[in-house]
């Protein structure tokens, strides 16, 4: 069985996939509108972007019609997964215990109290296995 190889998206790969697993497909223009909310971004760069993503893999493209439809090619939960399990390795010393401490500590994006119920459930369903 092949297994194929995992293409690691740049910051800015990363936000253009999340425009595109949010929207399911999109033009570049589309996803340029949602990009310009949250930065400061040139047309061009992101036509560029997504034309280097398309090469790498990361997103497909339909361009039987004048203007290119695009969506993810890469799984979202996937990759999280795999980005997630990296930044534990190496940021963690290979412990999530510390990343959890870290996630749910004073920072600047505290849990909700519902995400905190959800979180105990989880704990107290991986406790019961």
Same mark, same amino acid.
Do not use: C
């Given at each position: 069985?092949?297994?194929?190889?995992?293409?690691?998206?740049?910051?800015?790969?990363?936000?253009?996939?999340?425009?595109?697993?949010?929207?399911?497909?999109? %033009?570049?223009?589309?996803?340029?509108?949602?990009? @310009?909310? &949250?930065?400061?971004? +040139?047309?061009? /760069?992101? !036509?560029?972007?997504?034309?280097?993503?398309?090469?790498?893999?990361?997103?497909?493209?339909?361009?039987?019609?004048?203007?290119?439809?695009?969506?993810?090619?890469?799984?979202?939960?996937? %990759?999280?997964?795999?980005?997630?399990?990296?930044? @534990?390795? &190496?940021?963690?010393? +290979?412990?999530? /215990?510390? !990343?959890?401490?870290?996630?749910?500590?004073?920072?600047?994006?505290?849990?909700?109290?519902?995400?905190?119920?959800?979180?105990?459930?989880?704990?107290?369903?991986?406790?019961?296995?």
């Amino acid at each position: 069985m092949a297994t194929t190889k995992y293409i690691k998206p740049t910051e800015s790969e990363l936000e253009i996939l999340q425009i595109l697993w949010t929207k399911g497909l999109a %033009t570049v223009r589309e996803v340029h509108e949602e990009l @310009i909310k &949250t930065k400061d971004a +040139g047309y061009t /760069t992101t !036509l560029k972007l997504m034309q280097i993503m398309h090469e790498k893999g990361l997103v497909k493209r339909d361009d039987s019609m004048r203007t290119h439809v695009y969506q993810a090619a890469v799984n979202k939960e996937r %990759t999280q997964k795999h980005m997630l399990s990296k930044m @534990i390795d &190496t940021l963690f010393g +290979g412990s999530p /215990t510390q !990343l959890v401490i870290q996630a749910l500590g004073d920072g600047e994006h505290k849990a909700s109290r519902e995400e905190l119920e959800k979180i105990q459930l989880l704990l107290d369903g991986l406790k019961k296995q």
